[in-house]
């Protein structure tokens, strides 16, 4: 098997983990504050669309061009995502409605604004936008891009958030355990009548923390649109929210172990895309590896191999402070 | 929870009472829903500079104005009954299966198969036992999630949305490999699907007897899913398993002191949960298409849990909470053909409906909460800061919700 299979495998493994990795650690803020978050499917979907009229709007209606154009549009997307994660928030926090039945909620009804957004924006087509949209340039990593033997192809023409997201964690893991702000909140999702006898507002970091993690799971959605796609199609998700929140359970809710679980799983996204022919994998029906992640999981939070402990009071209505 | 201990001996007095009373709030709530998401539509059919009282009458008209109109609501909620009613099992049990979207799609292929393996089966036999096929599928795909959390403590809000994932793979290689069709249906051989199946091993168009066109595909398992209902009320009010469930539902704790095995019954739930949603796609395939396409009808099992929460995890209350979702998507015709307002205002309309379900259920049940605890006698203790652990009120998702988790810490040590 040639080295570039491999090459051109891994370079969209770095595509598909931009993607899980930046809504991972959504659900990550959102989990650390005390908010189960299965809602990242719905956010990210809301990122798509917006995503991608961001891109176009921004860039040829507004003509700001490149590199505005795309950037502004990505952040529409957070924007959006963030606005609609606000749903989520004030059910949860402020109603204290079950985190599992509000995030099902947002699933389902992510869909319908999708194509309400969608035939909106895009001249009453609700369920795709025109392809081919604007998107920031190509970049080859220095160095790396130059490696020998085919292994070049892994690290050339990336989208600069590919650099983004990975660099993320530096700024995610010291904001966590660093900042002061980190510590509240994370001491939100383990014990919120001890914060709260410190003083500290619950409601206040749980409703940062799920604004956040519609931010991001806004922000890969229309990563997902407008880079690597071109534009909005419904399903483009393709339930890569779910392997988010997999690999977010599997990485015992830190931004360090998330990394190496969402490029693990992106590359298996990627393995049926480039690998058919590798010994093995070819024996095996594409559909099969795209079952890995969740098996994987399940084995792993029925307890079999190693353990996952999620933050405390996770998933717990908060009864002091805020709220109707 | 202590509140349990102190409502429940004055709870034997005053049953009638507070139980008209959760009836009464319950519709108030959902009364209040619904005017709040009317409201909410009429805003945005202002928005787009139309009269709201002629598109909500036009969506009236178009599902309920004539027998062809109910036709299509009764069709489109019969695997909604279906799928609520699966939901609703497992969370009387305290138990939330949001897989039933996985569980159908396993039971649409095991449901498939039987179909064109067995297809040399005399017409009623054939049905039969592809409808059994399709139970089984789905009970296999939810005995797993069962299994686990009885077994080792996994949660089933994970297992239950890894196995969807893993379902839809499933589906997928199904489509490709073996039930792939053997010969390529005339006109349309671009679409990947199943071979068509026997003509006897279909479900019978009822439409015709009621004046209903045939593209309705008004089939008889309306009539089960109806039964169904019923045969879940009588099992959670009539049946040991029922009273057993709801025991574990409202309070693990005592329910295990009073000698009520958990971990069997809540297996019990997720397989008849599992049973009831292999029902779900049968309308779309053996009444509607008569194959296994590729682009089935996705997410009913999701919009099954919107439709459990409608009708309050009640059978009955499910049964019009299906037609009312049946009636607000039939609208969508009406909104395509008079008027200005997208298709997508449907959608919209039943989005706002269930968030605002959610929301003013969780504050009618508070509010009912505290004053039921008052009665009893705690008030001031509580307030109205009583938690969602108190009685009255729909139960299920919110225990389900509140331990999220927690089993699988408990089974790290």
Redesign the interface.
């Known amino acids: 098997m040639p080295f570039t299979d491999i090459a051109v495998a891994l370079q969209i493994s770095f595509t598909y983990f931009t993607i899980i990795y930046l809504t991972g650690l959504g659900g990550l803020f959102s989990e650390r504050s005390g908010i189960v978050n299965i809602g990242l499917e719905g956010l990210m979907i809301i990122g798509t669309v917006t995503g991608a009229f961001g891109a176009r709007f921004f860039t040829d209606t507004l003509e700001l061009g490149l590199p505005w154009g795309p950037i502004l549009g990505l952040l529409f997307g957070a924007l959006c995502g963030a606005i609609f994660a606000g749903v989520h928030a004030v059910a949860t926090i402020s109603f204290r409605v079950d985190h599992i039945v509000s995030g099902v909620v947002i699933n389902l009804v992510a869909i319908g604004l999708a194509r309400f957004l969608s035939s909106a924006f895009f001249n009453g087509q609700s369920t795709q936008s025109d392809p081919g949209g604007p998107h920031l340039a190509r970049l080859d990593i220095p160095l790396l891009s130059s490696l020998p033997g085919g292994l070049d192809r892994a690290f050339q023409s990336l989208s600069p958030m590919v650099l983004v997201a990975a660099f993320m964690v530096v700024p995610v893991w010291y904001a966590l355990n660093r900042l002061r702000w980190g510590l509240r909140l994370r001491s939100c999702g383990e014990n919120p009548e001890a914060t709260r006898s410190l003083g500290v507002s619950v409601p206040l970091y749980r409703y940062q923390g799920v604004l956040l993690s519609g931010a991001f799971a806004g922000l890969s959605g229309a990563f997902l649109a407008s880079e690597v796609i071109g534009n909005w199609r419904e399903g483009q998700t393709l339930g890569l929210g779910f392997i988010a929140l997999a690999a977010l359970i599997l990485s015992n809710w830190n931004p360090i172990r998330l990394m190496f679980f969402a490029w693990l799983f992106g590359f298996a996204t990627a393995i049926p895309l480039r690998l058919n022919d590798a010994p093995v994998i070819s024996a095996l029906p594409p559909q099969f590896i795209r079952m890995i992640p969740y098996i994987v999981t399940i084995v792993a939070i029925a307890g079999f191999v190693g353990r996952v402990r999620p933050p405390a009071a996770a998933g717990k209505a908060y009864e002091g402070g805020g709220g109707t | 929870m202590a509140t349990e201990g102190l409502a429940a001996p004055v709870a034997v007095a005053k049953q009638r009472s507070s139980w008209a009373e959760t009836l009464v709030g319950q519709l108030l709530a959902l009364l209040a829903s619904l005017g709040i998401a009317l409201l909410a539509g009429s805003v945005l059919i202002v928005a787009y500079g139309e009269s709201p009282a002629t598109v909500y009458s036009s969506i009236l008209d178009a599902s309920m104005g004539s027998a062809d109109g109910i036709g299509y609501v009764l069709a489109i909620a019969t695997p909604l009954i279906f799928s609520a009613l699966a939901v609703a099992v497992c969370f009387k049990g305290g138990l939330?299966n949001?897989g039933v979207e996985g569980q159908y799609l396993v039971a649409m292929v095991t449901a498939a198969w039987a179909e064109i393996e067995l297809g040399f089966l005399p017409g009623p036999i054939l049905v039969v036992v592809v409808l059994l096929a399709a139970m089984l599928g789905g009970m296999i795909w939810a005995a797993?999630p069962g299994i686990?959390k009885v077994?080792?403590?996994?949660?089933e809000?994970?297992?239950t949305?890894?196995?969807?994932?893993?379902a839809?793979?499933?589906v997928?290689?199904a489509l490709?490999?073996p039930l792939k069709f053997s010969n390529a249906p005339p006109g349309q051989n671009v679409d990947l699907r199943t071979d068509q199946f026997p003509e006897g091993g279909l479900v019978g168009d009822i439409g015709q007897y009621f004046g209903v066109t045939p593209g309705a595909h008004l089939s008889w398992l309306l009539f089960l899913a109806i039964a169904a209902a019923v045969i879940v009320w009588f099992m959670m009010r009539r049946t040991r398993l029922g009273y057993e469930s709801r025991a574990v539902g409202s309070s693990p704790g005592s329910a295990k002191a009073g000698g009520v095995a958990i971990g069997s019954t809540q297996l019990r739930l997720f397989l008849i949960s599992g049973a009831l949603a292999g029902l779900v796609g049968m309308q779309q395939i053996l009444a509607d298409r008569g194959y296994l396409p590729q682009n089935y009808v996705v997410?009913l099992g999701?919009?099954g849990?919107?439709v459990a929460?409608l009708g309050q995890n009640n059978p009955i209350g499910i049964i019009f909470a299906a037609i009312l979702w049946g009636v607000l998507s039939r609208g969508e015709v009406a909104l395509q053909i008079e008027s200005e307002v997208?298709?997508?205002?449907i959608?919209?309309l039943?989005?706002i409906l269930?968030?605002s379900v959610?929301?003013t259920y969780?504050?009618a049940k508070?509010r009912l909460a505290a004053r039921q605890l008052q009665r009893a006698g705690a008030a001031g203790e509580l307030d109205?800061?009583a938690?969602?652990d108190e009685s009255g009120g729909p139960r299920g998702?919110?225990i389900?919700?509140?331990?999220?988790?927690?089993a699988?810490?408990g089974?790290?040590t």
């Open positions: 939330f949001i797993v686990l077994k080792t403590g996994a949660h809000v994970v297992t949305i890894m196995m969807n994932q893993i839809i793979s499933l997928a290689w490709n490999f997410f999701f919009t849990i919107a929460f997208p298709r997508e205002f959608i919209i039943q989005g269930i968030l959610v929301i969780q504050i508070r109205d800061s938690g969602p998702p919110e389900g919700g509140r331990e999220a988790f927690e699988v810490e089974s790290g």
